[in-house]
């Protein structure tokens, strides 16, 4: 079975719009951790924002968020106001244990 | 704090031609990784290091490719002899090691092999 699943390939949104980002994970141990990058053009994995299992209360980092749901297995990105900059992938990742693994991405596009 | 610096940035080779890459993890990290990353895919690994022991290189395909990180901070990724389905950006991450601390990742290295 497939550790993280990003049911969504392709997302557009208009500029300064929020959107959601789908992410399901599969895991039987009760400690794992949640962690979000964004891809743009240029390549490199920028770490977005985080949130562990036991965590109460959902992740933010300014408009980044986090809709944890821990027992349909969620972690839903979601992204207010939009911006130009946002066009990039996304990809959501667990770590379990010391490892990681990777969804297969989303790819957002904003419109202006 | 200085990121994790991989080179080279590009790198264009024949099939059965060997390469090789090199990164250096951010100071004080004990865990890199190395990803093979395959346009319009994830991130998958290859292997990861706890300071200079391998953790994990259960996808490594070791009949061609062989990494190494000795004495526990900078880290090369060996493909001899590399085949056309090898082209890939190859991505470096470390970590620190807390349950919260996410992975840094390099810039990627961007093999294409002709």
Redesign the interface.
């Known amino acids: 079975a497939q550790k993280?699943t990003q049911t969504q390939p392709g997302m557009f949104v208009q500029e300064k719009e929020a959107v959601t980002l789908d992410c399901t994970y599969d895991t039987s141990d009760p400690?794992y951790?949640l962690?979000w990058?964004k891809q743009p053009s240029?390549?490199?994995?920028i770490?977005l924002i985080?949130q562990?299992s036991y965590d109460q209360q959902n992740a933010t980092e300014g408009r980044y968020s986090l809709n944890f749901q821990k027992a349909r297995k969620s972690a839903n990105l979601v992204i207010s106001a939009s911006q130009l900059g946002d066009s990039a992938m996304y990809?959501c990742?667990m770590?379990e244990r010391?490892?990681?693994y990777?969804?297969?991405?989303t790819s957002l596009t904003v419109i202006p | 704090e200085a990121g994790v610096a991989q080179s080279p940035r590009y790198k264009i080779i024949e099939k059965r031609q060997s390469v090789a890459f090199w990164c250096n993890p951010i100071s004080g990290h004990a865990?890199l990784?190395w990803y093979q990353q395959i346009l319009g895919?994830?991130?998958?690994?290859l292997i990861?290091f706890?300071n200079n022991g391998v953790?994990?290189d259960s996808q490594l395909p070791k009949d061609r490719f062989s990494a190494e990180r000795l004495k526990g901070v900078d880290s090369t990724l060996k493909i001899q002899p590399a085949k056309l389905e090898d082209s890939a950006?190859y991505?470096c991450?470390s970590r620190e090691g807390l349950?919260?601390s996410?992975?840094?990742?390099?810039?990627?290295t961007?093999l294409t092999v002709t």
């Open positions: 993280i400690s951790g962690f990058y240029s390549g490199e994995m770490f985080y562990g990809f990742a770590r010391n490892q990681f990777f969804g297969t991405g | 865990t990784y895919q994830g991130p998958k690994l990861q706890q953790v994990d950006v991505l991450a349950n919260n996410p992975l840094h990742f390099g810039n990627g961007r």
